[in-house]
């Protein structure tokens, strides 16, 4: 992070994995959807939450899963109440490593960006 005058300037990136066809299989956004049905227990939950459509979120999961060749959710059937899902191993693996994978790389890029881009913006002492 680096300051001038009034603003902040910090460095944002943007990581996902791809397959070799270039298909996304997992990022960000299927991070916030996979974080959101462990959170709020369900998929329909889970779409209220997040603001998006259940066929959107749906979709999303199915083309991870499809992509991965494995479940990520395991769908429990209701009573009155309706069913649920909750995250297989292999979902709740991706959590953890990509939050990691996530958090390193802004690290290492906040770095990086100290060292080259952000020494030309820092105020020096007599500027101010």
Same mark, same amino acid.
């Given at each position: %992070?680096? +300051? *001038?005058?009034? =603003? $902040?300037?910090?460095?944002?990136?943007?990581?996902?994995? !791809?397959?070799?066809?270039? *298909?996304?299989?997992?990022?960000?956004?299927?991070?916030?959807? @996979?974080? /959101?049905? =462990? !959170?709020?227990?369900?998929?329909?939950?889970?779409? =209220?939450? #997040?603001? %998006?459509?259940?066929? /959107?979120?749906?979709?999303?999961?199915?083309?991870? &899963? +499809?992509? @991965?060749?494995?479940?990520? @959710?395991?769908?429990?059937?209701?009573? /009155? =109440?309706?069913?649920?899902?909750? #995250? $297989?191993?292999? /979902? &709740?693996?991706?959590?953890? +490593?990509?939050?990691? @994978?996530?958090?390193?790389? !802004?690290?290492?890029?906040?770095?990086?960006?100290? +060292?080259? #881009?952000?020494?030309?913006?820092?105020?020096? &002492?007599?500027?101010?």
């Amino acid at each position: %992070m680096v +300051e *001038n005058r009034n =603003k $902040t300037f910090h460095t944002r990136s943007k990581i996902w994995l !791809e397959d070799s066809d270039g *298909n996304v299989v997992f990022g960000l956004g299927r991070f916030r959807i @996979l974080n /959101a049905i =462990k !959170e709020q227990g369900s998929l329909h939950a889970a779409s =209220k939450s #997040l603001k %998006m459509g259940y066929k /959107a979120i749906w979709s999303r999961v199915k083309a991870t &899963e +499809e992509r @991965l060749g494995a479940p990520l @959710l395991i769908t429990q059937k209701g009573g /009155a =109440k309706g069913g649920g899902s909750r #995250l $297989t191993p292999l /979902a &709740e693996s991706l959590l953890k +490593e990509f939050k990691t @994978l996530h958090q390193t790389i !802004e690290k290492i890029t906040d770095q990086k960006f100290d +060292e080259t #881009l952000g020494k030309h913006l820092k105020l020096n &002492e007599s500027d101010k």
